[in-house]
């Protein structure tokens, strides 16, 4: 085997908002790919609105950096920054199929998370090399030493080899562009470095170069799409062995097995954030490639006369579900230029399959509606927020779990959940987890007045779990959790114990009403909202439904009032995101999305009907 010594392709995983994608900035700065008077964004690397509004990385994606070590040939240093969060493992695996080694972020005071646990599982797995970063060690809460024991526990935890433990930590504060070898004191900025050259000289020690066999017929496996106004779709592959060259036909072997000579009509490989033509990649370079259409991940160009495919990129199954259709709401296709037919809707959800692998659409009885499983709410949630920004109108199901028959037995998804929050708390927040089925794992009090608790929680306990942890907090705790594994069917769960407030007629809602109904729960609507039947105006203070009249207006009287005059004290009400919308729901209730607004509604609109099929529930009960 020889290898390409001007080459180096690394993945960087992290949980999230551990400083992963401002490691990158620091490293783009550094590699010289922008002149000292260039504007520079932070963040660059987090291209899509949702990302940056979010802090959170939701698509794998690559640049390339031209290092000069001291022995002076430049080296071309890949980066992959993959997603921290678990909702999108897909784009983790993938991006793990491109690379060499593994940069792992860990942040100097949290520790490893969740997220990185998971992160961290599938690159052991791939046996890949590691460097350790510990990242923010200027925090004032910085506590190093125990983090990096930490590490090493999670890494004999997951049943890494004397070998994939021993390996090099660099110490970083990515914001400022610093790295160092030797750990400084808690809270401090390492003294004997002001660059990053110590974590690129590791990148190139650690990081084992591309390896390929000499003469050995084209192999590229296509991990990643994208599309171009020009060029159309681009498949984006690691080039394993051979070399491909613009204008050259190959064989693309597709996923049913079948194989189909194609054009390479454009050829592009990245230099700092751009995509520059090329005439040829050889092995180890990756490449974005057009011509080909209905191209695929996991799919490979090989070799005109000597195919061989690359084996199909597997990702984990997904474990939650959700139903997506149009909109059936009375107040549909009141935003101009929305989109609100089937096939529009069908369509859109066909092309977001085509990208991520993580993701499945299935047909359910109704013609207009489709279940769309996924890894986790978030992802989902993402997806419908995408489509509302362009222009669907949409009716969202409450998310639920995708179970599983072992031996006989329905099993459902398990997930590892991670508390940091003040100690004063622990008694809401077993309270609010034993409610929910939940085992606690550990409790570490680390002498701060916090604790950290770890628990297995069935997936649907988790579902509407993170409002009420925050309300039982103060807003002061932080949660992550990643799937852990399947169990047996835990039984009912009651996670919400409040009932709604359902409008009872269409019209716009007053302030007359509304003063009335705030003593009877929360309301999520404005005075001069339009509602209609069925849609949900409020959070009950009591455990079940009320039907409201939120459109009442006060009569008018010839006689003055003293009291009549005076300004109507009304609450603000409690504006609820997509996200929070979706664990509000309960079973019988949807999310209408428009690009103007998010409800709340009741599946069946007529409160006669609904009336009608409580009482039947209660006779069968």
């Known amino acids: 085997m020889q290898t390409r010594s001007d080459l180096r392709n690394v993945a960087i995983i992290a949980h999230v908002d551990h400083g992963k994608t401002t490691l990158v900035d620091a490293m783009l700065r550094q590699g010289g790919q922008f002149h000292a008077r260039a504007e520079m964004a932070d963040r660059v690397m987090d291209s899509m609105d949702l990302e940056r509004e979010k802090g959170i990385t939701i698509l794998a994606k690559n640049t390339a950096i031209s290092y000069v070590p001291d022995s002076g040939d430049p080296v071309t240093i890949n980066i992959i920054d993959t997603p921290g969060h678990a909702d999108f493992g897909g784009e983790v695996e993938r991006g793990l199929t491109m690379v060499d080694g593994v940069v792992l972020l860990v942040d100097a005071s949290e520790g490893p998370l969740p997220q990185t646990r998971f992160v961290l599982r599938k690159a052991l797995k791939a046996r890949m090399p590691i460097i350790l970063v510990i990242n923010k060690v200027d925090r004032p809460d910085a506590r190093i030493k125990e983090v990096v024991d930490d590490t090493y526990e999670l890494f004999l935890d997951l049943d890494a080899d004397e070998e994939q433990i021993d390996f090099p930590i660099v110490y970083a504060c990515a914001r400022d562009g610093i790295a160092s070898l030797t750990q400084p004191a808690d809270g401090t900025v390492p003294a004997d470095s002001d660059n990053l050259q110590p974590l690129f000289r590791t990148l190139l020690e650690t990081i084992p170069a591309p390896s390929f066999e000499e003469g050995a017929p084209l192999q590229a496996h296509v991990t990643n799409l994208d599309a171009s106004p020009f060029l159309g779709r681009l498949a984006l592959c690691r080039v394993h062995q051979g070399t491909i060259r613009k204008g050259e036909t190959v064989t693309w072997c597709r996923t049913d097995g079948s194989m189909q000579k194609v054009r390479i009509s454009e050829l592009l490989m990245t230099e700092g954030l751009d995509r520059k033509p090329a005439e040829q990649a050889g092995p180890g370079d990756i490449i974005a490639v057009a011509g080909i259409p209905e191209i695929m991940i996991g799919e490979t160009l090989a070799d005109a006369e000597d ?112 508390i940091d929050a003040p100690e004063e708390y622990l008694g809401a927040i077993t309270q609010l987890l034993a409610t929910r089925k939940g085992r606690m794992e550990q409790l570490v009090n680390h002498g701060t007045g916090w604790i950290r608790m770890e628990w297995l929680v069935p997936a649907r306990g988790l579902i509407g779990f993170r409002t009420e942890f925050l309300t039982e907090t103060r807003g002061t705790g932080i949660l992550h959790h990643v799937f852990e594994s399947y169990e047996p069917w ?132």
């Open 307 to 418: 195919p061989r495919p690359l084996p199909l990129i597997t990702v984990d199954e997904p474990a939650i579900s959700m139903t997506i259709g149009t909109n059936t709401s009375p107040l549909v296709g009141k935003v101009k230029g929305a989109k609100v037919t089937a096939r529009m809707v069908k369509d859109r959800l066909d092309k977001e399959l085509i990208g991520n692998v993580s993701l499945r659409v299935l047909p359910t009885e109704r013609p207009d509606a489709w279940e769309v499983q996924g890894r986790g709410e978030l992802a989902l949630a993402i997806l419908v927020e995408q489509m509302r920004r362009e222009q669907y109108e949409l009716t969202v199901g409450k998310p639920q779990v995708v179970t599983k028959e072992i031996d006989g037995k329905t099993c459902e998804p398990v997930e590892r959940l991670t």
């Open 490 to 621: 835990f039984g009912e769960l009651r996670t919400r114990n409040n009932g709604s407030l359902v409008a009872d007629r269409s019209g716009v809602a007053t302030p007359f009403a509304m003063m009335n109904l705030q003593e009877r729960g929360t309301l999520f609507v404005e005075p001069t909202t339009e509602v209609y039947e069925g849609m949900i105006v409020g959070e009950n203070s009591r455990s079940d439904d009320m039907d409201v009249n939120i459109t009442k207006e006060k009569k008018l009287t010839n006689m003055r009032s003293s009291t009549a005059d005076e300004t109507e004290k009304l609450i603000p009400p409690r504006k609820l995101s997509l996200e929070q919308a979706l664990e509000f729901c309960r079973e019988d209730e949807c999310v209408e999305v428009t690009p103007a607004a998010v409800r709340i509604r009741k599946v069946v609109l007529d409160q006669t009907q609904r009336g009608r099929m409580a009482a039947r529930r209660k006779h069968q009960g």
